[in-house]
């Protein structure tokens, strides 16, 4: 219970430290004056662009971010088995198509970067079947909602897990049959191996007409756990551990740079040497103060600005090279917000600067493969034990399921194409993968198909004039193709006739 009020307490500093309100902390108890009146949040884009990394460059679409394949294990697999299994991974591709799989893995992405994690719960649910789709949902809990226990050494395997949070009166009703006397109610799952009760209240709550307890599907708790960055203990460790601070003495220092700025510019200036000082409106109707005659023996009267505080170089470079630390601290090397000393750089070194964030990437891709493959398995076992599609139990034997990732940094397109081209001149790759491969080609087979016949209809056609000809369709001797090249005139009588 200790580890769980820890981890909660870790969770609200690290929602402050994201959404910045901190930043709106005052000066004092007793001066309500805003301390960071700058509110530069340093590590909000820091998020979102792991977030983004982690995903890579996908494709524009419906589809899930990462997609999951399954396939027989050995060489000596049968066509049965990989018809079986391309069956398998178009059942799991489609559960997190028709559940928001895109969005929810897109959210999940961020909320690991915060929280350090994310869960996901995939339930049986036939109230799906009614919209055509298959009954099996998936579920996105906010980590400080999900209470788990997990195997001392087996962190993916867990003994036990609660979810808890509060919920409106309308929805225990509406979503859960229950009715409830207060504004509020508490929702709670509690999940076993060998048993589960989800209430509202303390009552058990019920779904389509179902009472929620019973057994759990295959004997396992359903959720999974998804780490940021796991070093030793269950709980991942947020991208914002330990920022804090750093992220306060930036905006003191640039507010330093602002104040001596702010000063200088409200600066009153001083009158010198007169007596007496007059406004004086021109013809045009410009305002001019007139300070007088200067005095017998005394300086011309004028108008001075006392020496300010001017801002050093030592000043406005300490607040920036704050910033590159908070920044290098979060493994995003200035190429990654469009700085790179203004000149033009290659693929590979750009690639090269990003190693500290590429290297992190890796690692956050590392957790989330074998939390991915879990969820699959789960869907998979779900089908099998509710007879879904035809999915048995012996179908999930001896399969491996893995996830297609897309690439990290953008990557030029023409060259890609290239290499498709000469593997697939070399015979080291099948055309349907290559289609797959492009990523703008949303049915493979179909366009495969598509493809043959073209192929058919131009053999009908028979060869070309010029097919074939390197040349470009005239003749090595300067003839048109499909004609030979005109002789010589020659005369039609003798000299003599």
């Not at 990290?408 to 993968?433: F, K």
């Amino acid at each position: 219970m200790s580890l769980w009020g820890d981890q909660r307490q870790k969770y609200w500093t690290y929602w402050q430290h994201f959404d910045g309100s901190w930043l709106d902390d005052p000066v004092s108890s007793s001066d309500s004056t805003a301390k960071y009146p700058l509110k530069l949040n340093p590590f909000n884009m820091v998020c979102m662009l792991h977030a983004g990394f982690l995903f890579g460059e996908v494709q524009d679409g419906n589809d899930p971010l990462v997609t999951a394949v399954v396939e027989p294990w050995g060489r000596g697999s049968s066509d049965e088995q990989r018809d079986t299994a391309s069956r398998l991974t178009d059942i799991v591709n489609r559960v997190w198509t028709e559940n928001s799989g895109r969005a929810l893995q897109q959210e999940g992405g961020l909320i690991t970067q915060i929280l350090g994690g994310c869960v996901y719960g995939a339930a049986y649910d036939d109230t799906l079947e009614a919209e055509g789709r298959l009954p099996i949902r998936i579920d996105h809990v906010m980590p400080e909602y999900f209470f788990p226990v997990s195997a001392p050494t087996q962190y993916w395997q867990l003994l036990e897990a609660i979810v808890c949070f509060e919920i409106t009166k309308l929805q225990a009703r509406l979503m859960y049959d229950t009715t409830v006397s207060s504004d509020h109610a508490l929702y709670q799952e509690h999940w076993k191996k060998d048993s589960y009760e989800i209430s509202v209240d303390g009552a058990v709550a019920k779904w389509g007409g179902h009472a929620l307890s019973g057994a759990p599907v295959g004997g396992i708790v359903p959720y999974t756990y998804i780490p940021h960055i796991r070093v030793g203990e269950f709980y991942g460790i947020s991208l914002l551990a330990g920022k804090d601070e750093i992220a306060q003495e930036i905006n003191e220092r640039y507010a330093d740079v602002g104040d001596i700025v702010s000063e200088n510019a409200r600066m009153l200036p001083a009158v010198k040497n007169s007596g007496k000082i007059t406004v004086r409106t021109l013809s045009h109707g410009v305002t001019i103060l007139d300070l007088g005659r200067s005095a017998p023996g005394m300086d011309p009267p004028e108008i001075t600005y006392p020496t300010g505080i001017q801002p050093n170089v030592a000043t406005i470079s300490w607040a920036t090279e704050l910033m590159n630390l908070a920044r290098t601290e979060a493994y995003c090397p200035p190429v990654c917000f469009g700085i790179d000393e203004g000149s033009q750089r290659s693929g590979l070194t750009l690639a090269l600067r990003m190693i500290p964030l590429l290297v992190h990437i890796r690692q956050e891709r590392t957790l989330w493969t074998p939390g991915l493959n879990q969820i699959a398995r789960h869907i998979l076992a779900i089908c099998a034990d509710k007879e879904i599609e035809g999915v048995t139990k012996a179908d999930l034997k001896n399969v491996r399921i893995w996830q297609e990732w897309a690439p990290i940094m953008p990557r030029g397109r023409d060259g890609m194409i290239n290499e498709l081209i000469l593997r697939l001149n070399a015979g080291l790759i099948d055309p349907e993968a290559a289609l797959d491969r492009l990523g703008d080609i949303r049915d493979t087979k179909t366009a495969m198909n598509l493809i043959k016949e073209w192929m058919e209809f131009q053999a009908e056609l028979g060869p070309q004039p010029g097919e074939g000809n390197p040349f470009g369709g005239t003749g090595s001797r300067g003839e048109q193709a499909g004609m030979s090249r005109p002789s010589a005139p020659t005369a039609s009588s003798t000299q003599e006739e």
